[in-house]
T-cell receptor, first 109, second 112 residues
């Protein structure tokens, strides 16, 4: 079965500390993987996707097919990074997207 | 102003009544989606549509119905058969996969 697991509901770090939001997936094939973010009072929006291999707002995510993981990382957290983060999976070429339960990141001053 | 609009922002209904949530997009996207967002459960897919006049059930379609008569519109009806309809509903659209989904602001439905 297709599944996305985000084991942490809440992650709290101090400003300037490294942050890693974990995402593990279950899928028999090569999926497309995404991180979406929802800032307070804003719409859910795409942060980054693995196929682009890009860094957005200092965040990166590496797809590890052996461990079926797509963890989101940032070396130095900022207060404005506080938000709800969702990992998501889509079958290659498919429309259906499966979202994880989300991790709320709180960056303390 | 381009994007996805959902109306209304808040909706209140009595138990036993059907209610329709509106979702409109002017992004010229082929695909549209409906999700339900509950605390601690993330986003769960209700229905999605790849193209006009076609739609597929998601993971929690029971008690919901949709239509896709126009490319721009994908209304969701929450029927009286939905056992726990009180939730936050999100609509999204996307171009061909694996492109990003664009989300609306959401509708909070409360059924009492």
């Amino acid at each position: 079965a297709q599944r996305v697991t985000q084991p942490e509901k809440l992650l709290s770090v101090f400003k300037g500390a490294p942050v890693e939001l974990k995402c593990n997936y279950s899928y028999s094939g090569s999926p497309e993987l995404f991180w979406y973010v929802q800032y307070s009072r804003q719409r859910l929006q795409l942060l980054l996707r693995h196929i682009s291999r890009e860094s957005i707002k200092g965040f990166t995510a590496d797809l590890n097919k052996g461990e079926t993981s797509f963890h989101l990382k940032k070396p130095f957290a900022q207060e404005e990074d506080s938000a709800m983060y969702y990992c998501a999976l889509s079958p290659t070429g498919g429309f259906k997207t499966i979202f994880g339960a989300g991790t709320r990141l709180f960056v303390k001053a | 102003d381009g994007g996805i609009t959902q109306s209304p922002k808040y909706l209140f209904r009595k138990e036993g009544q059907n209610v329709t949530l509106s979702c409109e997009q002017n992004l010229n996207h082929d695909a549209m989606y409906w999700y339900r967002q509950d605390p601690g459960q993330g986003l769960r897919l209700i229905y999605y549509s790849q193209i006009v006049n076609d739609f597929q059930k998601g993971d929690i379609a029971e008690g919901y119905s949709v239509s896709r008569e126009k490319k721009e519109s994908f209304p969701l009806t929450v029927t009286s058969a939905q056992k726990n309809p009180t939730a936050f509903y999100l609509c999204a659209s996307s171009d061909r996969p694996p492109y990003e989904q664009y989300f609306g602001p959401g509708t909070r439905l409360t059924v009492t």
